[in-house]
């Protein structure tokens, strides 16, 4: 038990007044008593012959111990110094007053446990970031993918995909709090996660391969926007010039306008204050992938037939080789589509409780992953029943549809502003990752950690908080993603390799480990060895997936000129 005296002393032009403070605390308590310690009254004003007898003092009564209210905010060991100079340099009366390390203490009413604003996310602001997160540019290859590995392989590997996820995502969910599932320390982000249970060098190892992943996921959904954008000046060229004029058009343009809309974006501040894009952005992904499956159907019944074969396309169309080459690929773009493991401890972190985090999370993973699973099951198989082995890398701007051209005109328009969504969904936890290690080594930067509020007249909304290193590094960043995205626009080939490089570590590997140290499986047990088994059969798949995936990638530099591609 430790305890701290400080003294308040006070002199009056009437009397003289100290007070001492005796804080006591200790590491499962913390105890608050102010003591009363001395009073006296100074001698009275007027001439002792005038002044009225003074009546004898009564004895205060005894001062209990006082329970101080919660502590709002964590304390940690400083010295906060009160009465030094001013502003002017003139000095001030008052008093100095050091503070122990004192524990959080538990929720009220406007903070959780942790001391920080109170989290209002629930199962269904969760699914929308999830379902914003999966459903995005990866459901667009899917009947390519699909045509790929046949009728039999093809939503076999989809269905499989989607269980491994969902399966991996829960043991994850399981490790948003170290020790106790409701009362142990929260980790707020995916590296926490791993460093509280793995530890050591795997942190390093996960935060390259997790923030690398990030950004190819912004090249990514820059190339696909752009394609999109494209797709609609194209079907308007071809609606009002023919399906035989060729419509070209350079993708670079689309580019720099996409880039300049996700920097205004990229200024707010943290994940809790974009839900309201999220939700945005997960009706956009129903309204395009319901559209694609919609043209899909209606392809397969004009046809009168189903288009495909058992084992995919035949050879002949391609050589054996590129075939292999093709099947892995396709692997890759079944896992990028279920990619969003790295960012599920940044959503957990949203949710209130109770219920504890995680089993709000587990619901809101069952009911995101199955919702997207349906509808990659519908737009991967329609569109290969409509399209058979010629089935488009891109469904909705692979032009396999034409008409009703103001329809596939909406469904891009739609992927658009889904892609813009998404972008912000995946990039605040890259952008808050830096932000917090700037912080970090730079804490008396003013450049780094002040900001500036600016009123917002209207709608009665809180001032915006604008800080210089956020505006400048984020778009920087944009910047950066989209030149990338210009020198190396090949949808497919991306996305292949970031499903191969991200689904084994990200999604299957850490998880399994963190899941083992926080459940404290037994080395060679049956559950052991059975999740061993899983993470290496997936991490076989990944390389196929990789190299199908750069295989492509080698194949398509060949005819490429940078800045020069036109669609």
């Known amino acids: 038990m430790d305890h701290h005296h400080y003294q308040l002393f006070y002199p009056t032009s009437t009397s003289r007044f100290s007070l001492t403070f005796i804080f006591s605390s200790s590491s499962t308590s913390q105890k608050y008593v102010v003591l009363l310690r001395h009073l006296e009254l100074a001698p009275p004003l007027l001439p002792l012959e005038l002044a009225p007898p003074l009546p004898p003092l009564e004895p205060p009564p005894p001062i209990l111990p006082l329970e101080p209210p919660p502590l709002l905010f964590p304390l940690q060991p400083t010295k906060f110094k009160m009465g030094a100079d001013n502003a002017a340099g003139k000095p001030q009366q008052g008093f100095e007053l050091a503070a122990g390390d004192f524990a959080s203490q538990g929720p009220s009413k406007c903070f959780d446990d942790d001391g920080r604003l109170k989290r209002s996310g629930n199962v269904w602001t969760a699914s929308a970031h999830i379902i914003t997160a999966v459903i995005g540019s990866g459901v667009l290859s899917l009947a390519w993918a699909t045509a790929q590995l046949g009728w039999i392989a093809g939503p076999t590997v989809l269905f499989l995909f989607s269980f491994v996820t969902y399966y991996t995502s829960c043991l994850l969910a399981a490790c948003y709090r170290s020790g106790d599932p409701v009362t142990g320390k929260r980790n707020y982000t995916y590296m926490e996660a791993v460093q509280s249970n793995l530890g050591g060098f795997q942190v390093k190892i996960c935060g390259f391969i997790q923030y690398f992943n990030l950004v190819g996921v912004a ?27 060729p419509c070209g058009v350079s993708g670079t343009p689309y580019m720099v306008m996409f880039g300049v809309v996700e920097i205004f974006l990229s200024q707010i501040p943290d994940f809790d204050q974009i839900s309201w894009l999220s939700m945005v952005a997960a009706v956009m992904s129903f309204t395009y992938s319901t559209i694609g499956l919609g043209l899909g159907i209606s392809k397969v019944a004009e046809n009168r037939k189903i288009k495909g074969s058992l084992t995919g396309i035949s050879i002949g169309t391609v050589t054996q080789t590129e075939k292999i080459w093709q099947s892995f690929q396709a692997l890759g773009a079944i896992a990028f589509a279920y990619s969003y493991s790295l960012i599920l401890i940044e959503i957990q972190d949203t949710l209130k409780a109770p219920p504890s985090e995680h089993k709000t999370m587990k619901k809101a993973t069952l009911i995101s992953v199955a919702t997207t699973t349906i509808f990659y099951m519908f737009c991967g198989c329609f569109g290969y029943a409509a399209f058979g082995d010629s089935a488009p890398g891109n469904l909705l701007t692979g032009f396999g549809f034409y008409n009703p051209y103001w329809l596939l005109d909406i469904a891009n328009a739609a992927i658009v502003i889904h892609l813009v969504g998404a972008y912000q969904v995946y990039c605040q936890p890259l952008f808050a990752f830096v932000e917090n290690t700037a912080a970090k080594y730079f804490p008396e930067s003013k450049f780094i950690n002040n900001t500036i509020e600016i009123p917002i007249p209207i709608g009665g909304y809180q001032p915006y908080k604008l800080n210089f290193f956020r505006l400048i590094w984020r778009s920087i960043f944009v910047c950066l993603t989209t030149v990338i995205a210009m020198l190396m626009p090949f949808f497919n080939d991306v996305v292949g390799i970031l499903g191969a490089f991200g689904f084994w570590p990200l999604t299957v590997y850490f998880p399994v480990e963190m899941y083992i140290v926080q459940k404290k499986i037994p080395k060679w047990s049956t559950r052991w060895i059975s999740l061993q088994i899983l993470s290496a059969a997936c991490l076989i798949i990944s390389i196929c997936a990789a190299a199908g995936s750069f295989a492509g990638v080698v194949h398509d530099l060949k005819i490429y000129q940078p800045f020069k591609t036109m669609y």
């Open 219 to 245: 090249i990514g959904y820059t190339i696909a926007a752009s394609i999109s954008m494209i797709a609609v000046k194209r079907s308007t060229c071809f609606h009002e010039k023919g399906h035989d004029n």
